[in-house]
């Protein structure tokens, strides 16, 4: 199973890239499924469907899912809810769940919930050729996929302070010192080992992220904004290990007339169109025209998918 | 008392007294420890930096007896001219 994420700027064309390499790698024979974890999902409105709820089939071995993002938050919490009503059962008079609510809005929680989505449907679908994750705009997209990565910087110190903890009450046993009912080695620590746990499941994120059968392709327009942040996040992106391969140059205004108008729009293309070769000399890069009309539906987006077919073959070589 | 008898009571003494002032300070280390490390786990529900909000979440449940301590801890900090004597052992 390869795993291929689009990143970019809000409103550079993601969605409709995802879409439509997608109904590419399908028609060529491959099971796909698209996942949008955008909380502002257009991936439906793209495929002009009207159930979009849960996992739709929009073709044979074509299949799309956009996450609610509210419901994973819930879902998560209503987890490690469960987990802190089964220990401190005694506090259930105090309906824990009032502060549970409260922390569906603090810091970090949605990232989690949508990585804690990612893998739950990396795990679930290991049967398709292709996931290909549709990402929130930029920002959001890297704290999610740097999360595995900080989380587990984390996890490692946290580990190695217990460990200290752990050693110190040993020796304290071991010179016969009373210390009541506490675990003294890492095997019978709860602690130890839903941290272990935590570990894990970092690892196995990092892994998927860093294998070689993941890519992230950047989508940009051929404008200063858009480029800037592609630079960012492909350095940012690189430097956690995750290879970008692939990017989409998208709405590239081909004129046939000279439009007076626009003619500081089409320098500036012209010059982001150099500064993106320069910059991603290492990447397969594709140029989108602008099109007339937004493409919706199975047939635009194989229409699409033609500007984009040596993308369609870098995902197949790789 | 033979001179061996006297000699091995002193010894037996001075590592007696070593072997309790390591304790001791084996378990003020442990006890700062876990006060350390419940504090980096609480962090970031209380707004200071440290691991998200759901390793806090996920620790919380199996931390109870450490909380507790901190929570003595924090209360004596009032007193910290006690508190560092007691630690130098001066009553």
């Keep these: ?318 | 008392m033979r001179l061996r008898d006297i000699f091995k009571k002193v010894i037996t003494g001075i590592s007696e007294t070593f072997k309790e002032r390591s304790a001791e300070l084996i378990k003020l280390e442990l006890r700062e420890l876990e006060n350390a490390f419940t504090l980096l786990i609480i962090s970031p529900l209380i707004g200071l930096p440290g691991p998200s909000t759901i390793t806090s979440l996920r620790l919380l449940p199996y931390i109870e007896r450490e909380l507790a301590q901190s929570l003595n801890i924090s209360r004596r900090l009032d007193d910290m001219l006690a508190e560092m004597l007691g630690y130098l052992d001066i009553t």
């Design chain 1, 1 to 318: 199973m390869k795993i291929i994420i689009t990143v970019g700027k809000g409103g550079v064309g993601k969605t409709t890239t995802a879409a439509s390499l997608g109904i590419a790698l399908r028609d060529r024979g491959y099971s796909v499924l698209v996942v949008s974890l955008d909380p502002a999902h257009n991936l439906g409105d793209v495929l002009n469907l009207k159930s979009r709820s849960g996992k739709v089939k929009v073709l044979d071995n074509y299949e799309i899912i956009e996450v609610d993002v509210d419901e994973a938050v819930r879902k998560y919490l209503d987890e490690v809810s469960l987990m802190i009503k089964s220990t401190f059962k005694h506090l259930s008079v105090l309906n824990i769940d009032k502060y549970i609510d409260i922390l569906s809005n603090a810091p970090g929680v949605e990232e989690h919930a949508l990585m804690s989505e990612f893998k739950r449907i990396i795990e679930e679908n290991d049967d398709k050729d292709f996931i290909i994750f549709d990402m929130p705009p930029t920002g959001l997209s890297l704290r999610i996929l740097s999360l595995p990565f900080i989380h587990k910087s984390w996890l490692m110190e946290l580990k190695n302070l217990r460990k200290a903890i752990l050693d110190r009450r040993r020796m304290l046993k071991n010179i016969g010192e009373e210390l009541g009912d506490v675990p003294i080695d890492e095997s019978s620590d709860p602690v130890m080992r839903e941290l272990d746990n935590m570990l894990k499941e970092c690892e196995f994120l990092i892994g998927k992220l860093t294998s070689r059968d993941t890519m992230c392709i950047l989508v940009l327009a051929p404008e200063t904004l858009p480029l800037l942040e592609a630079e960012r996040a492909f350095r940012k992106l690189s430097s956690l290990g995750i290879s970008v391969r692939g990017c989409v140059v998208n709405k590239v205004l081909k004129l046939r007339e000279h439009v007076p108008e626009l003619k500081s729009k089409i320098e500036e293309q012209e010059r982001c169109l150099n500064e993106i070769k320069k910059v991603f000399k290492d990447m397969t890069i594709v140029e989108v025209p602008f099109l007339e009309q937004e493409p919706r539906g199975v047939d635009a987006l194989r229409r699409y998918a033609n500007y984009i077919d040596s993308l369609v073959d870098l995902v197949l070589r790789s």
